[in-house]
């Protein structure tokens, strides 16, 4: 019956982020991954761009690589994308199926997918505890603000969550494939998220105490309060791990040669679009991690999982008092080594960057679970107390999620799919799109050449306009209302950038399109009148 709830569950995640969904590639992230994706489905990783080749002024590949990408190390003229592979690669055959069909919006599908196996994943974490605590804790997860926020995006954090909850409920499984299953988990996790290497350690050490415990076995008494039952031990087996090895390969080795394939696919993919094993598209270390940023970030992540989803989360601190086990002691350490990570890294001031904890607040969320579950002594209570505390908590996370408009996202995103099919259909064949935030989706949708005009020489606009022209290109300027005031300052020596003339349109009220050759016409009294589109 439990499994039946959570397959439901499970289906109504997956619904909620096809309904919610923003189906729209915008931004540097969602273009980075999408476009990452076409790549990998038609087999074509790098394409020079002649104009970065050519272009005279300072740095010109730069200015023609589009969001979410820098110019290729290992092939001149090309730009890579600065995201990692994993997510593309699960979205390269989905991509690949739906245009084949005439869907290429197939691809958005594979986070939602990704969030009913967090889901399902969670389930079979918390039942290590009790069944009761593997379904609230399913519930709770799937009522997060952070994982909702995530689910509707075509982004690695919810896919990132998932398999690494996966890889832990599978090595805290008493199959004897545990190892190799947790193994080939952690591999995809790795390939998704690498700086998240150091969870498939601590994973690792948790086989080596296996090893250590004799038989290699996992009992019961080992993992929660004793209360886990054989039907909900992952795998359905009645039986203990028959032994500690399999093939002549301790659990151990079995786990790090499956691990190893994530690792070594990283290293071979960074080697082909970075030109090293140990570099990545978002550029030397020494620029994204300090030990400054450790006490704001540590406060930022605190207050947003505070305020985002109550301070109930607290009494995970409890766990280790509450529920003494290795089960307890290693989700803690998991959930301490994420949030590690992440403490050095950029500081960040929205609340929803503790997308990058949530493999962490699952976990957390399964020791919250527990800990209520193990205070109420009296059996006859117990499942009524945690029902009705899932219940409680699930209200405050949805009056966040409504709070924090994490069910608006649809709305919001759609300008990028707009504008760019107002490009494609409206714009001639031989524009050229001068654009930065929406450089990504003027090439998704609107299948035009773009020029990021931030990364432009503050002194070549009127220069780099002149040259796409002789070189037969029409170029158009392409803003959100926000970039306006930020082009104006950047290239405040020459008039094409006072905008001072109507633009050619706009569409959805947030972005505008403006023809240079316009300004010309307007001064002389004879512009067209802008086109306005929904």
């Known amino acids: 019956m439990r499994r039946v709830a959570i397959a439901l569950l499970?289906?109504?995640?997956?619904?909620?982020?096809?309904?919610?969904?923003?189906?729209?590639?915008?931004?540097?992230?969602?273009?980075?991954?999408?476009?990452?994706?076409?790549?990998?489905?038609?087999?074509?990783?790098?394409?020079?761009?002649?104009?970065?080749?050519?272009?005279?002024?300072?740095?010109?590949?730069?200015?023609?690589?589009?969001?979410?990408?820098?110019?290729?190390?290992?092939?001149?003229?090309?730009?890579?994308?600065?995201?990692?592979?994993?997510?593309?690669?699960?979205?390269?055959?989905?991509?690949?199926?739906?245009?084949?069909?005439?869907?290429?919006?197939?691809?958005f599908l594979v986070v939602p997918l990704f969030g009913a196996l967090l889901v399902c994943a969670t389930y079979v974490l918390g039942s290590r505890f009790s069944p009761g605590v593997g379904v609230a804790s399913a519930v709770l997860v799937a009522c997060s603000p952070a994982f909702l926020f995530q689910l509707v995006q075509p982004m690695s954090d919810v896919p990132a969550a998932a398999l690494w909850v996966l890889a832990v409920a599978c090595a805290t499984s008493r199959s004897r494939r545990a190892p190799l299953i947790a193994g080939l988990a952690t591999s995809a996790a790795i390939l998704v998220r690498p700086n998240l290497l150091p969870l498939g350690v601590i994973l690792g050490w948790w086989f080596v105490l296996d090893s250590d415990s004799g038989d290699g076995s996992t009992h019961d008494s080992d993992l929660g309060d004793g209360s886990t039952h054989d039907s909900d031990s992952g795998d359905g087996s009645t039986q203990g791990v028959e032994s500690g090895r399999e093939g002549g390969l301790t659990p151990m080795a079995v786990f790090a040669s499956a691990s190893a394939v994530g690792c070594v696919a990283v290293a071979l993919i960074q080697q082909k679009f970075y030109g090293s094993p140990f570099s990545s598209g978002y550029g030397a270390l020494s620029g994204l991690f300090a030990t400054e940023h450790i006490v704001p970030n540590a406060m930022r992540y605190a207050a947003w999982l505070w305020q985002s989803h109550t301070p109930v989360w607290l009494l995970a601190l409890g766990a280790p008092f509450l529920i003494p086990s290795r089960l307890t002691a290693l989700l803690f350490a998991l959930i301490i080594a994420n949030v590690v990570c992440y403490l050095p890294y950029v500081v960040f001031n929205?609340?929803?960057?503790?997308?990058?904890?949530?493999?962490?607040?699952?976990?957390?969320?399964?020791?919250?679970?527990?800990?209520?579950?193990?205070?109420?002594?009296?059996?006859?209570?117990?499942?009524?107390?945690?029902?009705?505390?899932?219940?409680?908590?699930?209200?405050?996370?949805?009056?966040?999620?409504?709070?924090?408009?994490?069910?608006?996202?649809?709305?919001?995103?759609?300008?990028?799919?707009?504008?760019?099919?107002?490009?494609?259909?409206?714009?001639?064949?031989?524009?050229?799109?001068?654009?930065?935030?929406?450089?990504?989706?003027?090439?998704?949708?609107?299948?035009?050449?773009?020029?990021?005009?931030?990364?432009?020489?503050?002194?070549?606009?009127?220069?780099?306009?002149?040259?796409?022209?002789?070189?037969?290109?029409?170029?158009?300027?392409?803003?959100?209302?926000?970039?306006?005031?930020?082009?104006?300052?950047?290239?405040?020596?020459?008039?094409?950038?006072?905008?001072?003339?109507?633009?050619?349109?706009?569409?959805?009220?947030?972005?505008?399109?403006?023809?240079?050759?316009?300004?010309?016409?307007?001064?002389?009294?004879?512009?067209?009148?802008?086109?306005?589109?929904?």
Not at 482 to 488: G, N
């Open 10 to 107: 499970a289906a109504g995640v997956f619904a909620a982020g096809i309904h919610w969904g923003t189906f729209a590639v915008g931004g540097s992230d969602s273009y980075c991954y999408v476009h990452q994706a076409e790549g990998w489905a038609s087999g074509t990783l790098q394409v020079a761009e002649p104009l970065a080749l050519e272009a005279p002024w300072p740095d010109a590949p730069r200015t023609f690589a589009p969001a979410g990408h820098i110019p290729s190390p290992t092939l001149r003229g090309a730009h890579v994308p600065i995201c990692p592979a994993g997510l593309s690669i699960f979205m390269a055959p989905v991509l690949r199926g739906g245009t084949a069909v005439g869907w290429s919006s197939a691809v």
């Open 350 to 534: 929205d609340w929803w960057y503790l997308r990058f904890l949530l493999p962490g607040i699952a976990m957390l969320i399964v020791l919250t679970v527990a800990s209520i579950d193990a205070i109420v002594r009296t059996k006859r209570i117990r499942a009524a107390v945690t029902t009705a505390a899932t219940i409680a908590i699930c209200l405050l996370f949805i009056r966040e999620v409504r709070a924090r408009n994490v069910l608006d996202l649809q709305r919001l995103e759609r300008r990028y799919e707009r504008a760019g099919i107002y490009v494609a259909a409206q714009l001639p064949p031989n524009a050229i799109v001068i654009t930065s935030w929406e450089s990504g989706s003027v090439r998704f949708y609107g299948h035009r050449k773009t020029l990021v005009w931030d990364a432009l020489d503050a002194a070549w606009l009127d220069r780099a306009l002149a040259y796409l022209r002789m070189r037969g290109y029409e170029p158009y300027l392409l803003f959100e209302g926000w970039e306006e005031p930020i082009f104006r300052q950047r290239f405040s020596a020459s008039t094409m950038a006072k905008l001072d003339w109507p633009p050619a349109a706009e569409i959805a009220g947030q972005v505008r399109i403006y023809r240079p050759d316009d300004r010309e016409r307007y001064l002389r009294g004879d512009a067209a009148p802008t086109e306005y589109a929904r």
